[in-house]
């Protein structure tokens, strides 16, 4: 598959953090597909299943064969227990919490969940399939999850299968010890963190493996030019501050803003294939499409590199 070198990550439309409406979420899309956009990813968890049905709708009537889908397995949606509080979801998500996730890797929880997904989504099929979040979840996900997508994908099911996490190292593992097309590599691969590039990429790059680079901004941190905010979804630390910031300066230097920078740099390396951003709003799509088109000199990584900023 030909992926763009960007991709929509759809979380926010979910309503990550905070509410979005319907007409919202679709100008979103709308604007990321008018953009050139070609890969779409969301998940069952974003927003206990509104990114999925949201999505779907806003990509409902656009030729199939023109974009690339992405979703993933490993938390089942089931309804809340009947004595659970009423109340909001606890997962970041400003959604009603009518329904829980439960943790399944089983081959019967991933045929299940990808079932569920593809009614969300109102669709047929999906491109490319995720196994999520695994970390404390190995031997199932590899004994059972990785083997039922692989199954999927030998009978024309889904086009590819792979693993996203916000770790690099289970990854690696993941690469070494199954036959993935793709990893998502959420966080470790970025201006603030290049631990993905100790052992992950290069073993990417030996085996073919191509590599969706997400949270370029490291939550938040990264997301604006004057650096403030989260890292990794807490308060940022200090020492990661005062380092986004001399990482800011020599941007000035070189006439390229923090955002700018943290979009391009993954694709510097070989095996990344796309960076996944997500967008809650047109107008947040169409300023990360125009800090993405905007040049950055090589001088710019030269002088990070020299300062010890990047590897």
């Not at 992926?3 to 979910?14: E, M, N, Q, R």
């Not at 953009?35 to 999505?55: C, K, M, N, Q, V």
């Not at 196994?131 to 199932?140: L, T």
């Not at 059972?144 to 690099?168: C, F, I, S, T």
Request: hydrophobic content about 45%; overall charge negative.
């Amino acid at each position: 598959m030909q992926v763009s070198k960007y991709g929509f990550g759809a979380a926010p439309i979910g309503n990550l953090f905070s509410a979005v409406d319907d007409d919202e979420a679709r100008a979103a899309v709308d604007a990321a597909y008018d953009a050139g956009i070609r890969l779409f990813d969301t998940a069952p968890h974003y927003g206990l299943g509104l990114s999925e049905r949201r999505l779907g709708a806003a990509l409902a009537g656009r030729p199939r064969d023109s974009y690339t889908l992405s979703t993933k397995v490993g938390r089942l949606l089931v309804p809340a227990p009947a004595d659970a509080p009423v109340g909001r979801d606890d997962e970041g998500f400003d959604v009603p919490a009518d329904l829980c996730r439960v943790r399944d890797y089983s081959r019967d929880g991933v045929r299940r969940s990808l079932e569920e997904s593809l009614e969300r989504l109102g669709l047929d099929a999906v491109d490319i399939v995720l196994i999520h979040d695994p970390d404390a979840h190995w031997e199932q996900a590899v004994s059972e999850a990785y083997p039922a997508l692989a199954e999927l994908r030998d009978q024309g099911v889904v086009k590819a299968v792979g693993v996203g996490m916000n770790q690099a190292a289970m990854l690696a593992r993941f690469v070494r010890e199954t036959g993935v097309d793709t990893v998502m590599l959420a966080g470790r691969y970025t201006l603030l963190d290049q631990s993905g590039e100790e052992e992950l990429l290069p073993l990417c790059r030996e085996r073919g493996v191509s590599v969706l680079a997400a949270g370029v901004f490291n939550s938040g941190l990264l997301a604006t030019h004057d650096p403030s905010g989260t890292y990794d979804y807490a308060p940022a630390p200090g020492d990661l501050l005062a380092r986004a910031r001399r990482i800011a300066s020599v941007c000035e230097r070189h006439g390229v803003t923090l955002p700018q920078a943290a979009l391009a740099f993954p694709l510097r390396h070989p095996a990344v294939v796309s960076v996944v951003v997500g967008a809650r709003s047109a107008a947040e799509v169409t300023r990360n499409a125009a800090l993405t088109a905007a040049p950055v000199p090589d001088d710019l990584w030269a002088e990070l590199a020299a300062e010890g900023l990047i590897g």
